[in-house]
């Protein structure tokens, strides 16, 4: 029986509608439900790479964030570090299909961000970020300074950066099995 046939379409039909910009929400969907089939890393891929292209537009706090980089004078390869961030959106997308349940287009929207974050920190000069953000806090290692932007993206506003950045850099050390870096994922 052809997938048509069945009224859902195949993984490789929707990778093609997602890469043209539509069916995402049909595709998340397609992954909520079948993420575990190989055909779906296809549909994560392209999900991926529309997502990482669409925090430009649809992710305030990213915006935020890119232009508190800018500000800095930081001069980052924004469109190599988006290109690295798509295979790590693809895999956090497939986990998240195994969670259970509906993944939201505003979820996958965020972590497309915070995975931009995390891509361009070792671009960006930590004491100019700091010193522009009007932040008195010592530099850290390189998985501190990751995760420092990466939280900042839920911000709205630069004094939100700002906040958000200071609590990542004052709080404990972030458990590096928690957030799944560094647990084989």
Known sequence: MRTAERGRRSAAELS????RGRSVGEALRHLDAYGSEPESV???????????GRCESHHAGW???RQVVVD??????WERCARRAIPHVTGDLLNMSGG???????RAQHVAAQRRAEQI????DQAAVLADLGLDVDPVDDDRWRDALSSAVTARSREQVAR???LALRGPAPDPDANGR???T
């Open 16 to 19: 093609r509608a997602v890469g």
């Open 42 to 52: 296809a549909v994560a891929e392209a999900l991926a790479r529309f997502l990482v």
């Open 63 to 65: 915006r935020v964030v």
């Open 72 to 77: 800095s004078a930081a001069d980052a390869p």
């Open 100 to 106: 259970g349940g509906r993944t939201p287009l505003a």
């Open 121 to 124: 920190a070792p671009h960006v």
């Open 164 to 166: 958000a950045v200071d």
């Open 182 to 184: 560094n647990s084989g």
